[in-house]
């Protein structure tokens, strides 16, 4: 008996897309009717995408087209798209940015057949990982004889639930709709946004000790098209099988390759140590807080080692198990280890030798190990450009927080210059911060100074108590990428008073012009620009401190953001940037019944208003297509 299996795409405004994965699945095989669904979120304003989904013809079953007039977002979206499996055996669910393999539908057969009855199991992944979302590092998971292999990660790039199978997560999410558990999360997890829907899909999985199944081979592929995230595009592109062929498979209980959703190996015995006793933990990635087991094999700093190993194998675990000679990976008690992490560079040797080759003349040039480290930070800097965060500390109270905060960003490159009125010295350096000074700041021209001869590609300036929003840094540096015309940008701050965090403006409210500020200053003597919230180029910050003046009574960050906006738009953005314990300026510019109306969103006059004004346009952000990008609402 055939198992009844239906294909749902999930898709908003990228009709070129849409095009390209109804052209793959066109081509690909079936061996019984199968319907397709097309679901766009917000379909209202999806001109191009509705015509294609209600003109594509579908030759291999029933073709429904979902309207939905309102925008979701992608956690909702994916959501509601699943639910449609209760009227069918089995669900397959295929983003808009992916492509599948001609041989997808047999696969998905074959899986569900052997796995359905799997207790275990919680999903059929068209997708195969080569590099991981713990650190992005190279995957390579156990071949064991069978096709597939077994990860408590959930699937988001082709995947297909079972009715059993999806019910069963909806009904575990209804009683744990937050990531609240007594089971450790990996970080990577609970920094995804609010949108995401995976990580709750891997929260079950863990608290469940289920698993989703893996091809080693893909069926389906992330595209990686332009506009999406720019440092990431194509790093998850894999190769998808191209013949046919029937498929091996093995169970839960008698595969060798399972792993967790640090992407380590689960199964494995060295000695007397195995799962029971001892974490495997070879990325580095997990916090040592919350590893229970006594003993550990980690590539982290081991300050006693029972034994250590080397890095010669791709496979990382197999370098332990075969105890090959070297000095990275350590096996020792759990309590001997620090969170310290090799340079991560090691983890990449076949990239290495291929970028030796490529630039063969630069390595010959600088032809020292100096040299070659210098080349290979330089392409990394080149993803992630320096920040240089200079902090006002007229009082120590507050500073911890602040350094805290930046210490969370977990961005690579960060330089902190603290400007405090007394001269102190901080005991230890703050986790990924690279370098920290103390100046003994006198007057705003040492701030000016600093501005002026300090090496960094983006700059942001912080009072001390001033705390940065989760993934700030990161937000920012991929907006300065993005865009090369914005030269700086306006977060959204949190206003905090007595610890209690207050409602931010609307970004209506945040959009700024020189006339604005301008108007701003001559009213009050400063602007309502908060501090914590702006983010600017080393290139806008010279150029512009050699055009200041400091004979006026404003503060010399007024001045500086004064300075700014006569030299380039200021772009408001609607991400989290900061919480700030600033005193927040209000405005108090005469009324004006034009922004009054465009504050209110009256339709005409805020069209009026805003060509009026000639606002720059609002950096915003995409769940649903990972991307940055300009709107003028």
């Known amino acids: 008996m055939k198992t009844n299996i239906a294909i749902v795409v999930p898709t908003y405004n990228r009709p070129h897309c849409l095009m390209r994965l109804l052209d793959a699945l066109a081509k690909a095989e079936y061996s019984q009717n199968t319907d397709l669904f097309i679901s766009i979120d917000d379909a209202s304003v999806q001109t191009a995408t509705v015509a294609i989904a209600e003109q594509y013809p579908w030759a291999f079953g029933s073709k429904k087209v979902i309207r939905n007039t309102q925008h979701l977002g992608l956690k909702q979206h994916i959501l509601l798209c699943a639910d449609i499996v209760n009227d069918y055996d089995a669900l397959i669910v295929l983003e808009d940015d992916l492509v599948v393999s001609p041989y997808f539908f047999a696969y998905t057969q074959q899986a569900l057949a052997f796995y359905s009855a799997e207790e275990k199991v919680a999903g059929i992944s068209l997708y195969n990982y080569a590099i991981t979302e713990s650190g992005f590092y190279p995957f390579y998971p156990k071949h064991d004889g069978s096709d597939v292999y077994f990860m408590q990660v959930a699937s988001s790039w082709g995947q297909c639930w079972t009715k059993q199978q999806w019910n069963n997560f909806k009904t575990w999410f209804a009683e744990h709709p937050e990531l609240k558990s007594d089971k450790p999360l990996p970080d990577y997890i609970q920094s995804w946004g609010t949108q995401s829907w995976k990580k709750h899909f891997i929260h079950y999985l863990i608290d469940t ?17 332009p506009g999406t995230n720019t440092d990431r595009k194509g790093l998850f592109q894999t190769p998808l099988i191209q013949g046919k062929r029937a498929f091996q498979f093995k169970s839960l209980n008698d595969s060798a390759s399972n792993y967790d959703a640090w992407f380590e190996q689960k199964r494995f015995q060295k000695g007397i140590y195995n799962q029971s006793n001892t974490t495997i933990d070879v990325y580095g990635e997990r916090s040592l807080d919350s590893i229970t087991t006594p003993f550990l094999i980690s590539s982290k700093t081991c300050s006693d080692p029972i034994q250590s190993f080397g890095i010669e194998l791709s496979d990382y675990t197999q370098n332990i198990l075969q105890d090959v000679k070297g000095d990275f990976f350590h096996l020792g008690a759990t309590k001997n280890f620090t969170n310290k992490k090799p ?32 080349f290979e930070k330089h392409l990394y800097n080149q993803q992630f450009p320096t920040f240089c965060i200079y902090i006002l500390a007229n009082t120590t109270e507050g500073l911890a927080l602040t350094l805290n905060s930046i210490s969370r960003q977990k961005y690579p490159f960060v330089d902190v210059k603290i ?60 907006i300065f990428k993005r865009f090369v015309d914005i030269h700086w940008l306006y977060g959204i701050v949190v206003s905090k008073k007595n610890g209690i965090l207050l409602a931010p403006e609307p970004i209506c409210k945040r959009r700024f012009t020189e006339r604005l500020i301008t108007a701003e200053v001559e009213a009050t003597g400063a602007t309502s620009l908060r501090s914590a919230g702006l983010f600017f180029s080393e290139h806008i910050a010279k150029e512009s401190i050699l055009k200041m ?39 108090k510019q005469p009324f ?28 915003r952000y995409e769940h649903k297509t990972n991307a940055y990008y300009l709107s003028d609402y």
């Open 549 to 587: 003046k400091l004979n006026t009574p404003s503060s010399i960050q007024q001045n500086l953001w004064c300075q700014f906006v006569k030299d380039t738009p200021l772009y408001s953005a609607s991400f989290y940037a900061a919480y700030s314990a600033e005193k927040e300026v209000k405005h």
């Open 419 to 478: 400007f405090a009125k007394t001269k102190f010295s901080l005991k230890t350096l703050p986790k990924h911060i690279n370098s920290l000074e103390v100046i003994e700041s006198v007057d705003d021209r040492t701030l000016l100074d600093a501005l002026s001869t300090t090496s960094y590609a983006y700059g942001a300036l912080l009072q001390s108590g001033d705390e940065y929003a989760e993934g700030a840094l990161l937000a920012a540096k991929n």
């Open 343 to 374: 340079n991560r560079e090691a983890f990449f040797p076949q990239l290495k030798e291929i970028k030796d080759l490529v630039f063969h003349e630069f390595i010959e040039t600088e032809a020292t190990e100096r040299g070659r480290a210098a």
């Open 592 to 619: 004006s019944f034009k922004q009054w109306s465009f504050e209110k969103n009256i339709p005409y006059l805020r069209y009026v208003y805003n060509r009026q004004e000639q606002f720059p346009a609002v950096v």
């Open 209 to 225: 000790d289920s698993y989703f199944v893996f091809p080693h081979q893909s069926l389906s592929t992330n595209f990686g098209d």
